[in-house]
T-cell receptor, first 111, second 116 residues
Framework: GQNIDQPTEMTATEGAIVQINCTYQTSGFNGLFWYQQHAGEAPTFLSYNVLDGLEEKGRFSSFLSRSKGYSYLLLKELQMKDSASYLCAVAYSGGYQKVTFGTGTKLQVIP | DTEVTQTPKHLVMGMTNKKSLKCEQHMGHRAMYWYKQKAKKPPELMFVYSYEKLSINESVPSRFSPECPNSSLLNLHLHALQPEDSALYLC???????????????FGPGTRLTVL
């Protein structure tokens, strides 16, 4: 099976920077996704990494190290609306390609 | 149109009822998914359809029966459910099977199911 770990909860201040980590163990790695999910809503896509390095997209950046089985999502200039759960999801090949979601990190942004 | 729609939004059913959840997308995506999500847990994959054929069944009990009538529609037929099946059921679609750039999943708003 796939093993994906994220911190359960984090708190950060409005305007600050926060880094949400994700570690994984998988065979047939085929990319890592980050999704945002507000309470009671569906997940929405934030970023995708398949090669090592940093992908930047506005206030959000995502980093991947395949050799370490490690990724992080960096959120800059935090806004109150960034309070949500952030899900790390690993794509892997097992006959057919699948995606397994991590348990998610609930981020609370405080004034 | 970059939306995945799901109906109904809420559903309450008894253990002897038969009901169906519906999902629709018009993005030309060829992969569609059903997930189950319990409170404070991540989405759990149930079924994957690729080109209207069932590709993955994650050992889901037979009281859940998926159907893909065409490339835009995905149904989940429910029969003789148990109270522990109460959850948010999410439908998603992607251009191709998950993995690879451009294959991120687009999620519908979900159906919140309560089984009494």
């Amino acid at each position: 099976g796939q093993n994906i770990d994220q911190p359960t909860e984090m708190t950060a201040t409005e305007g600050a920077i926060v880094q949400i980590n994700c570690t994984y163990q998988t065979s047939g790695f085929n990319g890592l996704f980050w999704y945002q999910q507000h309470a009671g809503e569906a997940p929405t896509f934030l970023s995708y990494n398949v090669l090592d390095g940093l992908e930047e997209k506005g206030r959000f950046s995502s980093f991947l190290s395949r050799s370490k089985g490690y990724s992080y999502l960096l959120l800059k200039e935090l806004q109150m609306k960034d309070s949500a759960s952030y899900l790390c999801a690993v794509a892997y090949s097992g006959g057919y390609q699948k995606v397994t979601f991590g348990t998610g990190t609930k981020l609370q942004v405080i004034p | 149109d970059t939306e995945v729609t799901q109906t109904p939004k809420h559903l309450v059913m008894g253990m002897t009822n038969k009901k169906s959840l519906k999902c629709e997308q018009h993005m030309g995506h060829r992969a569609m998914y059903w997930y189950k999500q319990k409170a404070k847990k991540p989405p759990e994959l149930m079924f994957v359809y690729s080109y209207e054929k069932l590709s993955i069944n994650e050992s889901v009990p037979s009281r859940f029966s998926p159907e893909c009538p065409n490339s835009s529609l995905l149904n989940l037929h429910l029969h003789a459910l148990q109270p522990e099946d109460s959850a948010l059921y999410l439908c998603a679609s992607s251009h191709g099977l998950a993995g690879g750039p451009g294959n991120e999943q687009f999620f519908g708003p979900g159906t919140r199911l309560t089984v009494l």
